[in-house]
């Protein structure tokens, strides 16, 4: 019985630890390949929440290594790279980084302003949170 | 089955490293400062997951800590230089 639970937990390591290397190949791969920042963006918050929490399952998994630890190291993952990916967002729109073919921004319809605009412009009331 | 998970675990490290390499590349030559600070963003990812590969390795618990304040680190640095680039300010 122990050992077909040692088993089982090897193999749901084994498969956690291919599927996070898979993901970050995705998410570099993206980071190369994509033409645009925001496109970019997309690609590397894979790596954050499915690569390296996956590795951190594997790690629970097969070691049991500081399970407490574990968790708030993948409730970190989560949470962090969503924040990390909006910030850098929306750092990228305020400082006038260009879209490659956009189909639309409503962002600018709001704001009056034209597609892919120059730099941020110097109107207060235009600030956003980040 | 030790030996495959042992063989699976090496090659993940490497594997891993090679990633670092590309985005650090990435990192180098970059378009924009966003584009920098997103690429360094997937270094600090990377360098976790090679943490989390070498605790699985060693076996040893030290290394998923350090793990955990590389996590909480960098979240809060990519957060204050996007804040920084795109108010010319910190706070």
């Known amino acids: 019985m122990d050992s077909t639970l040692k088993l089982v937990l090897q193999v749901i390591a084994l498969l956690a630890i291919v599927a996070g290397s898979l993901f970050s190949l995705i998410g570099v791969l993206g980071l190369i390949r994509l033409p645009d920042v925001y496109t970019r963006l997309h690609a590397a918050g894979k790596v954050s929440v499915f690569g390296a929490a996956l590795l951190v399952v594997a790690a629970v998994a097969l070691e049991s290594l500081g399970l407490g630890k574990a968790l708030v190291l993948i409730v970190l993952l989560i949470i962090a790279g969503p924040a990390v990916s909006h910030a850098l967002a929306s750092a990228a729109y305020r400082t006038g980084v260009p879209m490659q073919r956009a189909a639309r921004d409503d962002l600018a319809e709001q704001r009056g302003r034209p597609l892919s605009s120059g730099p941020r412009s110097a109107d207060p009331s235009s600030d956003l949170p980040v | ?91």
């Open chain 2, 1 to 91: 089955m030790d030996d495959i998970l042992n063989i699976v675990i090496v090659a993940a490290l490497i594997w891993h490293a090679a990633l670092l390499g590309v985005a650090l590349w990435r990192v180098a030559r970059g378009e924009s400062a966003v584009d920098r600070l997103l690429g360094v963003e997937l270094v600090s990812v990377l360098i976790l997951c090679l943490l989390v590969l070498i605790a699985l390795f060693t076996g040893q618990d030290l290394y998923m800590d350090v793990a955990l304040i590389v996590a909480a680190l960098s979240f809060i640095g990519t957060l204050a230089l996007a804040r920084y680039l795109a108010d010319q300010r910190m706070f």
